[in-house]
């Protein structure tokens, strides 16, 4: 592993602990009691998540066995039946709950819905009829592209409600991306919109499947949500609009009770080779993991208005907006714009306007409000807030004094998330009523989770030496495979370490300082972490070489103040073909029309040719020192032709 990966330079030494006020009123709030807990869940797991399934989960039959662990493969509460859905809905119904918002939605164009807990309910069970009378059934693939409108929560629902797996894929990707998605795990039905408002403007999401399912043969429908009212074209036998579908089903619907191991979604995610991976997540251990988490983490009171910003595109917003704030009956807000629309304090006033109680973001977009400026925040209140999180990447400290001054009114504790879209839910993160937090640190794993720093033997660093973060033992929420491709899930996340099949890997870099804290460096595989986005090279660089002009490419991140890493791509091309600022663009909306406007690189370089090793091999920390700006510096002793770098150099 090069060294520079790992090399923690960061070192901050405030301290922020919380206020009085805050602990007497945390869900948790003594360190005495957090630490008993967390000490019965690593040494006694299973009677700990015993205790904690029949505490939070509706079952249908209970489980027998809590745990069986044949490493690398895990399978939590045997025997055991429930339903997701009802899980997050049916509960509530005949309770205190029944009449409360469950989902407070506002459109970009200022339009707002709210839905109950018994409303919700409704909309998921008549959905649920609709696609099981389109013969979807339980392990049924759906894909749902859709805005963040509150159809996209229903729809997962209703999926969860009839057992079949759903595959959310983000709006921003092309359909070329979409394509592939539903190709891997051969879904029979999209559900889209005819199109979704980003600033000011419609996405065209219905004309995207389109394209989209001209490659899919497995599609036999596709549903559409009237959005936007732009103009669409239906095809007969084919496609079926939403609002007709719904009014038509509307007698009460028998959730059936599925096994606590049943698929309840796969969701799409890069890996540094090749197509994206299919992380598969199952019933219960995912939802006691994320309801669990949401509620010690976020301190879930009945009272909160929580707003996640995350699209349902994402892990975030599968966890942390649909299934454990639900299950938590918890009143969540969900956003279909642009932060900057119409003007860049449009967070601010929607937090005053429905007066938000938490509010859970990235630090990518909170660089972004402090580069528009804190006027746009000051005109605000902002009196209702009461917790911040952030989540997706490393939060640099600047950002986070910015978070926790300006919008926290020093009065909001931070929770800062580390986790990931295979964990299923947040591993290492402050809890607000007990952890005093640094700035920059998730500090301390939740409970059930054993997290280490380890060296390339797999044996613990000292402290404050930089190295790989590892997860020792199992936790309910984890990923179970790789959807089609168990060998891939084996390979990429246990077999780190030769003969330790039980060490999940995480793929990042680590130390933990003095106090145990845990500090996230990055990742240390060739994936970039772009605005919060995990983006593989071996993607883009594929993309680039479908262009017809480019013989070889390679993609590297460079530091970037706002989006965490920019993207900068290195590019060779064929005979015939010269070099433009026209062929630049030409390249950067062809990555765009390939994966998605969220992949476009920042910077594309044109080359004579790459540094490479004598096998072949790109050399991408060189390219990513020529990105940054700076000196080849390291070994170079494997490089076969040193006249490239210096090409490569003298071009800036
Ligand atoms: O590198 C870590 C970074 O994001 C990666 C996971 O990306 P993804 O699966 O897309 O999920 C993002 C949302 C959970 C991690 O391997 N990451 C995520 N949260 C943090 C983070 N890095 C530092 N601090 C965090 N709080």
């Known amino acids: 592993m090069p060294d520079q990966t790992i090399t923690s330079v960061s070192r901050e030494n405030r301290k922020f602990r919380p206020s009085a006020e805050f602990k007497a009123q945390a869900n948790l709030g003594s360190e005495a009691l957090y630490k008993r807990l967390y000490a019965e869940s690593v040494n006694s797991p299973e009677k700990f998540w015993s205790k904690q399934a029949k505490e939070h989960l509706v079952w249908r039959k209970p489980f027998k066995q809590v745990l069986k662990w044949q490493a690398p493969h895990a399978q939590w509460f045997l025997g055991g039946k429930l339903n997701v859905a009802e899980n997050c809905l049916d509960r509530h119904l005949g309770t205190q709950r029944e009449n409360k918002a469950a989902l407070i939605f506002e459109g970009e164009p200022g339009d707002v819905r709210t839905i109950t807990y018994r409303q919700l309910h409704g909309h998921v069970s008549q959905l649920a009829q609709v696609i099981e009378s389109m013969g979807i059934g339980a392990g049924d693939r759906v894909a749902i592209y859709l805005p963040m409108i509150p159809e996209a929560v229903i729809a997962m629902l209703a999926c969860a409600r009839v057992g079949a797996i759903h595959t959310v894929v983000f709006g921003g990707f092309s359909p070329e991306a979409l394509k592939d998605r539903i190709n891997d795990c051969k879904a029979k039905l999209v559900i889209t919109a005819d199109g979704g408002w980003r600033r000011g403007k419609v996405i065209e999401l219905k004309a995207n499947v389109d394209k989209a399912v001209e490659g899919t043969p497995t599609v036999q429908t596709v549903m559409v949500v009237k959005r936007c009212g732009n103009p669409v074209t239906m095809k ?92 938590n009956g918890s009143t969540i807000f969900i956003y279909e714009g642009a932060p900057n629309q119409p003007e860049p304090d449009r967070f601010w006033q929607m937090i005053d306007r429905h007066a938000l109680t938490i509010l859970y973001t990235a630090p990518t977009a909170i660089r972004a409000f402090m580069r528009w400026g804190d006027d746009y925040v000051r005109r605000h209140r902002l009196d209702s807030l009461r917790l911040l999180g952030s989540v997706g990447e490393p939060i640099n400290p600047e950002a986070w004094i910015w978070y926790h001054t300006l919008i926290g009114k020093k009065r909001c504790p931070i929770v800062d998330t580390w986790w990931q879209t295979e964990t299923g839910c947040i591993m290492i993160s402050p809890l607000p009523g007990v952890t005093a937090t640094k700035p920059g640190s998730a500090t301390r794993p939740f409970f059930g989770v054993v997290a280490k720093v380890v060296d390339d033997q797999c044996r613990e660093v000292p402290r404050n030496s930089g190295g790989k973060l590892v997860i020792t033992q199992p936790w309910p929420s984890m990923l179970r495979t790789l959807w089609g491709d168990d060998d891939r899930y084996v390979r990429q996340y246990f077999s780190e370490f030769p003969g330790r099949p039980e060490i999940y890997f995480t793929g990042d870099g680590a130390r933990q300082d003095e106090d145990g804290y845990f500090w996230i460096v990055g990742r240390i595989d060739d994936v970039l972490n772009v605005s919060g986005h995990r983006i593989g090279t071996a993607e883009i660089e594929s993309a680039l070489v479908s262009h017809p002009s480019v013989a070889e490419a390679a993609a590297v991140g460079r530091p970037d103040e706002l989006k965490g890493q920019a993207l900068c791509v290195f590019v060779t091309l064929k005979a015939g073909y010269a070099a433009s600022e026209e062929l630049k663009e030409q390249l950067r909306s062809h990555v765009g029309k390939e994966i998605g406007s969220l992949a476009k690189p920042d910077t594309i370089r044109f080359a004579a040719g790459l540094p490479k090793t004598r096998s072949g091999k790109i050399m991408r920390r060189i390219l990513k020192e020529i990105a940054a700006g700076g000196a080849v510096k390291g070994d170079i002793s494997t490089l076969d032709d040193f006249s490239v770098v210096a090409a490569l150099q003298s071009d800036e």
């Open 236 to 327: 007969a036998g084919r496609d079926v609009w939403w609002q007709d579908t719904a009014a038509a089903a509307a007698k009460p619907h028998k959730a059936k009770a599925f096994d606590a191991e049943h698929p309840l979604f796969i969701l799409y995610t890069s890996g540094s080779t090749g197509k994206p991976k299919g992380v598969l997540h199952t019933s219960a251990g995912y939802l006691l993991g994320a309801k669990m988490s949401a509620h010690y983490v976020f301190d879930l009171k009945e009272t909160d208005r929580y707003f996640c910003s995350a699209d349902i595109g994402w892990i975030t917003g599968h966890s942390y907006v649909v299934y454990g704030l639900l299950a």
